[in-house]
Structure formats: structure tokens, C-alpha cells
């Protein structure tokens, strides 16, 4: 059988940068916990996106939940939260014993739709704000952070999908009080798992690597006077990160000519929208999706691909939908539900050829014949 193709699969150097800084930890017994590749990866990220501090954790959750705890949401507490994304999001608003209210997305970004959030913003008091730029094209920011600045309330960035990405020149991720990224295996760049929160709040993000290093106090017996979490890297899984990090833009130079042999073998397509870029958008261009209407249903194109060992996914799911969360509050007009039931994501790994995108292109094509 034909090699399978995938979404976003992971992608080493192919110097083998992540292999060198792996075996320096090896050669120096560094292999954990912590370590020079886990400073090095904080120095490293926090430079490149252009912000002061950086802590590297276990996992882009792992970072959310850390945001949460800095801006102390707890018990009781409303954070408002992107309807349209991934459960990691608002799992950790849960793990707080806090309660989500699920802001709808607008078709302009499919993103936070900045007038559901003033409209939530009328009903609710808010300790906090999750704002996502899914697929890698950012929210529009200026707007949604008007609106926290006026009622005074942080915002969170979850820029796991969005590393890379800018927004009007600048990094997403970095623009709102705490952004946090991801290294997941299907991200642009993987440590084969892991996350970072990021911040111009010094002394915060010191408070979170203290707190996901278990709390210890600074003693010589083990005291702790605040609950502690197991959440930083491994100087290893930190060492792969280092050496992704040196490729981030060859992959975003390949998802984007992805997505551009997507949108020129669809441009006379009626029935095939690409997902929104706008002006202010500079994406990394992590996935691309596209929306359907007419005959074909994204259910047919899923099916077709995958008939040809082609991965092929729906647009994430809204949190207002799923099981676990429809309890929770949903503010909007079903914006978020109707970019789900036409959106497609198509193949976008960065080890794609074009005899693949081209299979990928006429297998949906055919489906109009
Ligand atoms: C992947 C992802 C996360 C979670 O990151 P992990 O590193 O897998 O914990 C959070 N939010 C979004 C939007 C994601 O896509």
C-alpha cells in the first residue's frame, strides 16, 4: 500500500540539529531533569518570538493551566473561552474548578468574534480571557484586547497552533499578557510533546516555574507552602525543541506554498472557500482548511481521501457541542457550529510532495465530476 500521507506529521532537521543537542545531554549526563537545553529552549523561543520570559512544561495544557494560575482564576471564577477549538483549551479552566463561558467565532477570523465578547462581557464578570488563533491565522487582537483592557480582565493567548504566526508584525502568542505554544507531535515544530508559556511578566512567569517545579521552597529538607505541579520539560524533550527551532521557518516557507497550491488548484472552484487570511495576517499556515457548500459535503471528501490512505480531518468540533461541555454557557449565533459542519483540513505535512498535493487536489475535484 502507498505510503500513508498526513496532516502535520512530525519533521526532524534534516542536519540533525535535534540529535546533536540530544547527545549533548547524553555526553553530559544531562539527561534530566532540567539542564542547559531546557534554559537554552526558553532563552531560544522567548528571542525569537520577541518577549521577556519563557517557562518550558510538560505540555501546551500544562502551560494554559499554569496562565490560568497566574491571573488566579480559581474556584468559582468565569473565564470566557474560543468555542471553536481544541478540549486543551478549556480543560484546564475545569482542572481550576473554575466555569467556562464559550465565546462564538466570527467567519472574518474564525476566531473569537469580538462582538460575542462584549456581548458576554454584559452578562458576566470574567477573571479571565482565552483567545485562540486556530490553524495559525490570528484573532483579531486589537479589538479583543480593547475590550479586556476596558474591563480590565488578562488575556490568554493560545498560540499552540500558531507558533510563527504574526499579527500585524508581531508574534502571536506574545501580544496579550500570557501566550502559551505548543510542541505536541502534529505541531509545526514537536519536541515529541511538550509546551511553553510565555510573558513580559517576569516575575510571574519565575512564580510558574516554581510552581510546576513541584513548589519547592527554598530549603535544604522538602518544604513546600504552595501546591505544586510536575510540569517542566525534560532537558532532552527540551534538546529537540532547540533543533526545531532552527527549522521553523523552512516549515512555515512549506505550509505556505501548501496552502498556496491549495488555493490556486481551487480558485475556480465556486463551491471551495480557503480558509480566511486577512490583512493584518501573517500565518504560519500550520493547516489548511477550506469550507465547502453545494453537493459535496466534507463528509465525501474525507471519505474519498481517506479511501486513498490520505488523513483528512473535520474543523474542530465546538466545545458548545461536545458532551462533556454543553452544560456551560455558549454566547453567539451558531457561527462556530457552521464553520465546523462545511470546514475541511486538508493535508498539510511539510514532507508532501506535489504529486501528493496533486492527488489530494484532483481526488476532491473529482467528487464535482
Ligand atoms: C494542541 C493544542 C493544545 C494543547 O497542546 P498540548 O501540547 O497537546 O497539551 C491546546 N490548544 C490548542 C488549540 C491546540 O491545538
Redesign the pocket.
Known sequence: MRDRIYISSPDMSYEGYEMAYIKEAFDTNWIAPLGMNVDGFELELAKKVGISSAVAL???????HMALRAVNVEEGDIVFCQDL?????VNPIIYQHATPVFIDSDHKTWNMCPEALEKAFEQYTPKAVIV???YGLSADLDKIMAICKKHNVPLIE?A??SLGSKYKGRYTGTLGDYG?????G??IITTS???MLVSNDEERIAKVRFWATQSRDQARHYQHSELGFNYRMSNIVAGIGRGQLKVLERRITKKRYINAYYENAFHDMEDISMMPINPWDEPNYWLSCITVQGKVKPMDIMEALEEKNIECRPI?KPMHMQPFFEKYHYVGDGVSKEIYESGVCLPSDSKMTDKALFTVVNTIKELWC
Open positions: 510538560s505540555a501546551g495544557t500544562a502551560a494554559i477549538t481544541f478540549s486543551a483549551t485562540v488563533h486556530l493560545d499552540a497552533e502559551i505554544y505548543s510542541f505536541n502534529n505541531k510533546g511538550g509546551g474542530w
